[in-house]
């Protein structure tokens, strides 16, 4: 029944549909992962460092909860289930790993979705959060490359893991120092699951030439990633709290100098330092590392950077 429901969205996708291919491609670009950390890093150096902080450890989370769930599943991508199936190739770029469930509708979830049930936000920017969620996750079955299911699952338990993470982090505030806690725990459930993504079986099934259909040891790649940015986070997360303390109680013209200071050292990083280390590092390693530190700069080296910087560019009195 799923895969009757994508090809009836194909068709519709294929006929009159094909003008809203253009949008809906966008809403699922503000869903992929690279995206969905900038825009929360932007957040948690300019805007909101509590908000930052929130959505920070909930992406952070329904990464690993994402990974752990897709190597346990081993579910197929719907074109690989049916050759009827024809996914809109631009989307098919970002369709990485197993199918179920879906990672940009738990990026959403992580974001939009974690504003929508802030109670505390505007109403308005609440609904307009929660619109945005829901495109990216039509998006998905909309473009060819999830099943309902995919994108019903992965949004429900990214919620659930929104909602909880907010009440980790209440909890973290009202007991002072068990900020450690928290982070050995959330780096021993990422370090576990990425020995169960490296050491349990995948499915081998081959076509009829005899080629294997999936490469379970390369679906494992996004597990991986989650691993590193959640390991990044926690560190940088406990090391900002106690070494660093930045604000975002600042200027307009701070926020603007952090926001083109950040995105471009960030960029600078990930376009750069990374590809580096993948050369000289091999395989799941490299992965982990090169995640880590994104997440890791994102939370404690550039705010102890711009700290540093904003407090020498101050006059003396």
Known sequence: MDIDILLALQDFRNGIGSALTEFISKMT???EMN????????????????YG????????NNRVMNGLLKVTACAYRPWIRDARMAPEPEALRTATGYSFPSGHSMNGASLYGGGMIRKELPRT?????????????FSRIFLGVHTPQDILVG??????VMGLTGKLIQWAEEHPGRDLAVMGVGIGIAVLVAVFAALKSY????????????DGAKMAKDTYKGVGWSIGFLAGWVLEKRRVGFTTDIPMITRITRLVTGLLSYYALSLILVPLLKKWIPGVPATILTC??????????FPWFIKRLER????DR
């Open 29 to 31: 670009f503000f869903g």
């Open 35 to 50: 995206v969905v950390l900038i825009l929360i890093a932007v957040l948690y150096w300019c805007v909101s460092k509590q």
């Open 53 to 60: 902080t929130y959505f920070l450890m909930g992406w952070s």
């Open 125 to 137: 920017l609440r609904v307009v959060m929660g619109v945005i969620f829901v495109l990216i996750a």
């Open 155 to 160: 949004s429900l338990v990214g919620l659930l």
């Open 203 to 214: 499915p081998q099934d081959y076509d009829a030439e005899g080629k294997l259909l999936v």
């Open 292 to 301: 880590f530190l994104q997440t890791f700069y994102i939370t404690f080296l």
């Open 312 to 315: 020498s560019g101050k006059p």
